[in-house]
């Protein structure tokens, strides 16, 4: 390898995964290159998290709104204006992708615009141009998995895309083809601005992956919320009619066929990782049959300057595992010692109140072999949680019964999300039950509930009567 080349790195896709690795790498002084097809910041920034969670505030401040009544407060009648909320949400979405063009100028990370595709090992081709660099990280991600017999048309058979472009009016009947995180975040956005909202979901359990006693509060309050949620059932095909789309449904234990009738159905039956267009054949990189590109600890694909990361590297396909993804192909190509060695991955569904994990289930625990002691504390008994109107869920801590070491933490209640950052970290440093006990947490607050699960695990919360 004589020749010089056009660059140290050359980053493909400019999502979460991507423009990590570029920033990272060009902070450690590397000459770096991102190319990206379609928009900065990828499928999170654009299509997925940012403005997901845009839409379930805007929902949750019209719920909000409602039980403000519950301490006096009333309004006069709702009125949504649907144009100024997708403009609200688009809005944060610009600012963010703009955020990372301008990051990636402040680094000197050249952004290639257009489809990269490999000419040989060294070499790729963006637009009509031809660039070679020493490493690459493909960041290519994912998409939205397709369901036959229900073909998106992005009006009222949507993906999530589709889904996050608001109707005006709302829909009436939303019928939500998946019961996973993407889709019950959905089902919770569209229930709170009205509309009536049915899951179906073909596995026996919704939120796989998620503990299953978490699983089952949370089911129970969506409904208590208004959402029917319809298991081992599946959708088989939609017909456009003028009064809405007749959807065939059949509960695949009985074989029984029912046809419904919505105005909007949403397709979210999980994500498909993506490297059409992408030529590897050309590279030697490897492709699994479910279209993965493989990496080890260190980020490294079969052919090791070529690094996969995010989406298209595997489960889960969240943004944060593909940021420190990212990160880990940068400095690995950079010659730091790194590797992705995370403990655990925290997972969120992120309704109101939202489902949060991190480390393993009880059942995962008690499958490795871990004899398991839990500790539940219901956020009925947390004074914060009155004070905030969220009294559903609890924080349930699974620990290894004679070390007393931390192995798993579930929430369902009211900003799980953020208490699960004391959660990981006392996962990544090996804590014990005692060492969150022991821990003086501020009062009031819902932290508090994570130090009582702890308690509760010794038999010893102070606000719950312990059994
Ligand atoms: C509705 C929704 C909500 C979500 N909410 C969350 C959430 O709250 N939290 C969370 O952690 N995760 C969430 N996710 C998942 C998260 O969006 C993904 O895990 C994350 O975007 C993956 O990052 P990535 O960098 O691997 O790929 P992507 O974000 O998919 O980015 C890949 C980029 O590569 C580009 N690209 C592809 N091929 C080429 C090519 N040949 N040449 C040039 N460019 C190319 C694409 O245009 C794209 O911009 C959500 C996803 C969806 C759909």
């Known amino acids: 390898m004589t020749k010089q080349m056009d660059f140290d790195v050359l980053v493909i896709g400019a999502g979460p995964g991507g423009y990590h690795a570029a920033i990272r790498a060009a902070q450690l002084g590397l000459k770096v290159a991102c190319a990206e097809r379609e928009y900065l910041g990828g499928v999170c920034l654009n299509v997925g998290c940012i403005p997901t969670k845009a839409m379930l ?34 809005g944060i979405v610009k600012k963010l992708t703009g955020g990372v063009g301008a990051l990636f100028k402040a680094n000197k990370v050249t952004h290639l615009i257009g489809e990269a595709s490999f000419v040989d090992p060294h070499t790729v081709k963006v637009g009509d141009k031809t660039y070679t660099a020493s490493n690459f990280i493909i960041a290519t991600g994912s998409e939205p998995a ?16 589709g889904a996050l472009v608001m109707p005006d009016p709302v829909p009436a009947r939303m019928l939500c083809v998946g019961g996973g995180v993407i889709g019950f975040e959905f089902s919770h956005v569209y229930n709170n601005m009205g509309s009536k909202v049915k899951v179906i979901e073909f596995l026996p359990n919704i939120i796989p992956g998620a503990d299953a006693d978490a699983v089952k509060e949370f089911a129970k309050i969506m409904k208590k919320q208004g959402i029917e949620i319809a298991t081992e059932t599946k959708a088989n095909r939609a017909e456009k009619k003028n009064d809405g789309v007749h959807v065939e449904l059949e509960n695949v234990k009985t ?16 994500r498909r990782p993506r490297t059409d267009g992408l030529n590897l054949q050309a590279t030697g990189a490897t492709v699994t049959d479910r279209g993965f590109v493989p990496a080890n600890t260190r980020q490294q694909t079969n052919v090791p300057h070529i690094y996969s990361i995010g989406d298209v590297a595997g489960n889960p396909m969240l943004a944060h595992k593909a940021m420190k993804e990212g990160l880990v192909a940068a400095e690995v190509i950079a010659g730091k010692p790194a590797e992705q060695d995370a403990v ?19 059942q995962e625990a008690r499958d490795k072999g871990y004899e398991v002691k839990t500790g539940v504390f219901p956020m009925s008994a947390s004074g914060r949680a ?28 009211p900003h799980a999300s953020d208490l699960l950052g004391e959660a990981g970290l006392a996962l990544e440093m090996a804590a014990t039950a005692s060492d969150i006990a022991l821990t003086i947490h501020a009062h009031p607050t819902l932290g508090e509930a994570v130090l009582e699960a702890a308690e509760a695990v010794h038999k010893q919360a102070i606000h719950i009567m312990n059994r």
Do not use: C
């Open 255 to 270: 074989g029984e066929k029912t046809t419904e009738v919505f105005d909007r159905v949403l397709v979210a039956v999980g």
């Open 57 to 90: 505030h805007a929902g949750e401040q019209i719920a909000a709104a409602r039980h403000a009544a519950d301490f006096g407060l009333t309004f006069g009648e709702q009125n949504l204006n649907i144009a100024k909320l997708n403009g609200w949400k688009d």
């Open 344 to 362: 655990a991955i925290p997972g969120v569904v992120y309704t109101s109140p939202e489902l949060a994990w991190v480390g393993l289930t009880e």
């Open 386 to 413: 009155m004070t905030l109107q969220a009294t559903d869920g609890f924080v349930k801590m699974v620990v290894e019964k004679d070390t007393d070491l931390l192995l798993g933490v579930h929430i369902v209640g």
């Open 146 to 161: 397709k369901l036959p017999g229900l073909d998106v048309d992005q009006q009222v058979i949507v993906d999530s895309t």
